[in-house]
């Protein structure tokens, strides 16, 4: 087992080598602005969690407080992610420890099974791991220096281990916030069968390994080696991976289809249905890794409850930094505050926090918002090649509407529904594109589905304001080379009916709260904007009658 996990390791060391190569050197961790100790939680099954005990710096060990947690794949001694660690210790990069041991927190970070200094195979989602974060969440709770009630929070797999918290709803947990998690990790690595592109930062962020690869990319994770100094245990669970584990995680991450036994036990959004527990929930419009998909489902399936959510345009990260948007630590701090700490504390900020892609902000009761309706747009039928790769007319259709004559706003999730005859090997993509007076095209939204005679697809979702004299641009192709990974089936497919289903907004907003554009809007235009040719906006142009908006 020990030689297995060691082949893994120097793969990964590889991997490092090439990326490190030129990676700009991460933020150095600040100064350790606490007292730390390790502790190990036995699971259900009796997997031995590891786990890392942040106090606020001269508190007795009996004093009582109000805990935050993170449940994580990502925070071994020695590294996390491709980031060395040569001191050791507890990995908080990135996370709020500070931010909470100053309110008067406990910080507790926990490896989830297979990583860091847990023992066992690691389950990408499954009942393991969900009782990891039951047994955490427990254990925390009934500690001496603990209060009884625990807040969850993460961004990415550290977010999916939060809705893995509410779904267990083990013994204190009090609240969760959750930013860009995975809500159904199948459709995380696909979108309906056909495999997500995902960049490699910092040499690209645009996508080239398919989601296929996520498994092995987590396996290499898992292998991290433990640190010189850490303790005996952590030691051993370091390097007890049955390779029995690796097999099985591999062919089942790399499985396609959501409808298997595997993938259907790791949907979150039916087990979600109901919840009442606290959640603040986040989602960039524009994040390049978990996309802004089935969460929105998952939104609105949430019982009643003190729920909270920022949707807007920034990428895979929450709104600490880099969003635009200052307000975000005080709302965090104060939805814990009221929910796990107990203080009698408004929580700042509305319901839900908009961030619409031309650079500001609103509040809204709900998302989409009450108001949004789908509009049907009818698209030109025709004529693609399902054949990848090299770009050419002979891949797309184009639908273009006259330039609006009053402003529109893109509020939701579109679809369309496309009659089609091709082979079932062939895939169809479809884009809507922003295009400017000046045939500047930005992409809104896409959607990818199989060829089916009546093909449904599913875009992302977005809020996005269409000024008076744009079009709207509707691209029907076969799959855009650089954002899923499809075989090409070297055969036509014909278009005879589509209709696109727009999310519009039937009321004029005004935007109300206060934030900047964002780092990931700007370079959202600026990576995703062609010049078209005239002759095919000219050729494509149809006539649609957009419905009046009201108020203002």
């Given at each position: 087992?020990?030689?297995?996990?060691?082949?893994?390791?120097?793969?990964?060391?590889?991997?490092?080598?090439?990326?490190?190569?030129?990676?700009?050197?991460?933020?150095?961790?600040?100064?350790?602005?606490?007292?730390?100790?390790?502790?190990?939680?036995?699971?259900?099954?009796?997997?031995?969690?590891?786990?890392?005990?942040?106090?606020?710096?001269?508190?007795?060990?009996?004093?009582?407080?109000?805990?935050?947690?993170?449940?994580?794949?990502?925070?071994?001694?020695?590294?996390?992610?491709?980031?060395?660690?040569?001191?050791?210790?507890?990995?908080?990069?990135?996370?709020?420890?500070?931010?909470?041991?100053?309110?008067?927190?406990?910080?507790?970070?926990?490896?989830?099974?297979?990583?860091?200094?847990?023992?066992?195979?690691?389950?990408?989602?499954?009942?393991?791991?969900?009782?990891?974060?039951?047994?955490?969440?427990?254990?925390?709770?009934?500690?001496?220096?603990?209060?009884?009630?625990?807040?969850?929070?993460?961004?990415?797999?550290?977010?999916?281990?939060?809705?893995?918290?509410?779904?267990?709803?083990?013994?204190?947990?009090?609240?969760?916030?959750?930013?860009?998690?995975?809500?159904?990790?199948?459709?995380?690595?696909?979108?309906?069968?056909?495999?997500?592109?995902?960049?490699?930062?910092?040499?690209?962020?645009?996508g080239f390994r398919p989601g296929d690869f996520a498994g092995f990319e987590h396996l290499l994770i898992a292998s991290t080696p433990p640190y010189p100094t850490d303790s005996d245990e952590y030691k051993a669970n370091a390097s007890s991976i049955d390779p029995a584990?690796?097999?099985?995680?591999?062919?089942?991450?790399?499985?396609?289809?959501?409808?298997?036994?595997?993938?259907?036990?790791?949907?979150?959004?039916?087990?979600?249905?109901?919840?009442?527990?606290?959640?603040?929930?986040?989602?960039?419009?524009?994040?390049?890794?978990?996309?802004?998909?089935?969460?929105?489902?998952?939104?609105?399936?949430?019982?009643?409850?003190?729920?909270?959510?920022?949707?807007?345009?920034?990428?895979?990260?929450?709104?600490?930094?880099?969003?635009?948007?200052?307000?975000?630590?005080?709302?965090?701090?104060?939805?814990?505050?009221?929910?796990?700490?107990?203080?009698?504390?408004?929580?700042?900020?509305?319901?839900?926090?908009?961030?619409?892609?031309?650079?500001?902000?609103?509040?809204?009761?709900?998302?989409?918002?009450?108001?949004?309706?789908?509009?049907?747009?009818?698209?030109?039928?025709?004529?693609?090649?399902?054949?990848?790769?090299?770009?050419?007319?002979?891949?797309?259709?184009?639908?273009?509407?006259?330039?609006?004559?009053?402003?529109?706003?893109?509020?939701?999730?579109?679809?369309?529904?496309?009659?089609?005859?091709?082979?079932?090997?062939?895939?169809?993509?479809?884009?809507?594109?922003?295009?400017?007076?000046?045939?500047?095209?930005?992409?809104?939204?896409?959607?990818?589905?199989?060829?089916?005679?009546?093909?449904?697809?599913?875009?992302?979702?977005?809020?996005?304001?269409?000024?008076?004299?744009?079009?709207?641009?509707?691209?029907?192709?076969?799959?855009?080379?650089?954002?899923?990974?499809?075989?090409?089936?070297?055969?036509?497919?014909?278009?005879?009916?589509?209709?696109?289903?727009?999310?519009?907004?039937?009321?004029?907003?005004?935007?109300?709260?206060?934030?900047?554009?964002?780092?990931?809007?700007?370079?959202?235009?600026?990576?995703?904007?062609?010049?078209?040719?005239?002759?095919?906006?000219?050729?494509?142009?149809?006539?649609?009658?957009?419905?009046?908006?009201?108020?203002?």
């Amino acid at each position: 087992m020990v030689i297995m996990r060691m082949v893994v390791w120097r793969a990964l060391i590889g991997v490092l080598l090439v990326v490190g190569a030129v990676a700009v050197p991460g933020r150095a961790a600040a100064e350790a602005a606490y007292q730390w100790h390790e502790e190990f939680i036995t699971s259900a099954d009796g997997t031995r969690l590891h786990a890392d005990v942040l106090r606020p710096v001269g508190l007795a060990d009996d004093v009582r407080t109000p805990v935050i947690m993170t449940v994580s794949p990502y925070r071994a001694h020695l590294m996390r992610l491709s980031e060395p660690r040569p001191k050791g210790g507890p990995s908080t990069d990135d996370l709020p420890v500070s931010t909470f041991l100053q309110a008067g927190y406990t910080y507790v970070i926990v490896d989830l099974r297979g990583f860091g200094g847990s023992n066992g195979c690691p389950d990408f989602g499954g009942a393991g791991e969900r009782s990891d974060v039951k047994a955490a969440v427990e254990w925390a709770a009934g500690q001496p220096w603990s209060t009884g009630k625990v807040g969850l929070n993460g961004v990415s797999y550290e977010a999916w281990t939060g809705l893995m918290g509410l779904a267990e709803k083990p013994a204190g947990l009090a609240a969760v916030a959750s930013f860009e998690p995975v809500v159904d990790p199948n459709a995380y690595l696909y979108m309906q069968g056909i495999a997500w592109k995902f960049s490699l930062k910092p040499i690209s962020e645009n996508g080239f390994r398919p989601g296929d690869f996520a498994g092995f990319e987590h396996l290499l994770i898992a292998s991290t080696p433990p640190y010189p100094t850490d303790s005996d245990e952590y030691k051993a669970n370091a390097s007890s991976i049955d390779p029995a584990c690796y097999s099985h995680y591999l062919a089942e991450t790399s499985n396609h289809d959501a409808n298997s036994a595997w993938w259907r036990d790791r949907d979150l959004v039916e087990r979600l249905r109901g919840n009442t527990i606290p959640l603040f929930l986040g989602q960039g419009f524009v994040d390049y890794n978990t996309k802004a998909d089935r969460v929105f489902q998952l939104w609105n399936s949430l019982g009643p409850g003190e729920h909270k959510a920022w949707f807007g345009q920034w990428g895979h990260q929450d709104c600490t930094e880099k969003c635009g948007a200052p307000q975000f630590t005080s709302e965090l701090l104060g939805f814990f505050d009221k929910h796990v700490a107990g203080k009698d504390v408004t929580v700042p900020g509305p319901r839900v926090t908009v961030g619409q892609f031309d650079g500001r902000w609103r509040s809204e009761a709900a998302w989409p918002p009450a108001d949004s309706r789908a509009f049907d747009i009818d698209l030109r039928p025709g004529r693609y090649n399902d054949r990848g790769l090299i770009p050419g007319s002979d891949r797309e259709i184009w639908t273009v509407s006259q330039p609006l004559e009053q402003d529109q706003h893109i509020s939701g999730t579109a679809t369309a529904t496309l009659d089609l005859d091709g082979p079932a090997t062939a895939s169809v993509t479809v884009e809507v594109y922003d295009i400017a007076p000046d045939n500047r095209a930005t992409v809104i939204t896409r959607g990818i589905a199989p060829v089916t005679p009546t093909a449904q697809v599913r875009l992302l979702g977005q809020d996005w304001p269409l000024a008076a004299g744009h079009r709207l641009g509707i691209r029907v192709t076969d799959v855009v080379d650089d954002v899923w990974a499809h075989s090409p089936a070297f055969a036509p497919v014909t278009v005879t009916a589509a209709q696109l289903h727009l999310p519009l907004l039937g009321t004029i907003r005004t935007p109300d709260l206060p934030g900047d554009t964002g780092e990931s809007l700007v370079k959202w235009r600026n990576r995703k904007t062609v010049s078209l040719d005239p002759d095919v906006v000219n050729n494509a142009t149809v006539t649609i009658k957009f419905p009046a908006r009201t108020g203002g």
